[in-house]
């Protein structure tokens, strides 16, 4: 079956950045590309960005333009997604999601929660 | 930026049906697409391209979409049907996916 997993949760202090990491099984991973969607406490989804699974291209959020990089492993179906700067509003449940055009994410991972905190 | 509204909050008995919308300009002319949340668990895609049902959602839930409007409906609620809905769409002119903001069901 089709399965998403997540890396586990992280602690990082302002500034600093963060690398996830999405484990794909269940599926030819050079088919579809991976979204990446997080979701503040108490908040709704939004949408950071995507990266092809036939190649390198990516296509992010303009909020997040300069301050993410999402990457792909092919010989471990894997994929990431780094954030930098980070402020404490980027405290977040992250998810990664399989999104063959990056138009529809379909199967979705447990998620990453990541707190910014001094 | 494309916005899509939902009402933040829609309460229905049970077996009766409940209906979710999602304005956005013309959305009527995209394909719309709808997540289900519970809570502490990740979204699932329950509906696709307006009115489609992946494998595994059951025919209690429907959608459609014309005009301003896209429709979530569920015909007959049940308890485990309580949780966060999002409609969903993909903005051409950015290439970006856009969310709205959440409807939370509550089952009465």
């Known amino acids: 079956q089709i399965q998403l997993v997540q890396s586990g949760a992280e602690v990082k202090p302002p500034g600093a950045s963060v690398k996830l990491s999405c484990k794909t099984s269940g599926y030819t991973f050079t088919t579809y590309g991976i979204s990446w969607v997080r979701q503040a406490p108490g908040q709704g989804l939004e949408w950071m960005g995507w990266?092809?699974?036939?190649?390198?291209?990516?296509q992010y959020a303009q909020r997040f333009q300069g301050r993410v990089t999402m990457t792909r492993d092919t010989s471990t179906s894997t994929a990431y997604m780094e954030l930098r700067s980070l402020r404490s509003d980027d405290t977040a449940v992250y998810y990664c999601?399989?999104?063959?055009?990056?138009?529809?994410?379909?199967?979705w991972g447990q998620g990453t929660l990541v707190t910014v905190s001094s | 930026s494309y916005v899509l509204t939902q009402p933040p909050s829609v309460s229905v008995a049970p077996g009766k049906p409940a209906t979710i919308t999602c304005g956005g300009n013309?959305?009527?002319?995209?394909?719309v697409h709808w997540y289900r949340q519970k809570p502490g668990q990740a979204p699932v895609l329950v509906i696709s391209?307006?009115?489609d049902r992946p494998s595994g959602i059951p025919e209690r839930f429907s959608g459609s979409n014309s005009g301003n409007t896209a429709t979530l409906t569920i015909s007959r609620v049940e308890a485990g049907d309580e949780a966060d809905y999002y409609c969903?769409?993909?903005?051409?002119?950015?290439?970006?996916?856009?969310f709205g903001g959440g409807t939370k069901l509550t089952v009465l």
């Open positions: 013309n959305i009527g002319s995209k394909g």
């Open positions: 999601a399989r999104d063959e055009a990056g138009q529809v994410p379909d199967y």
């Open positions: 990266i092809s699974g036939y190649n390198d291209n990516t």
């Open positions: 969903q769409v993909w903005e051409s002119s950015s290439d970006h996916v856009v």
């Open positions: 391209y307006d009115s």
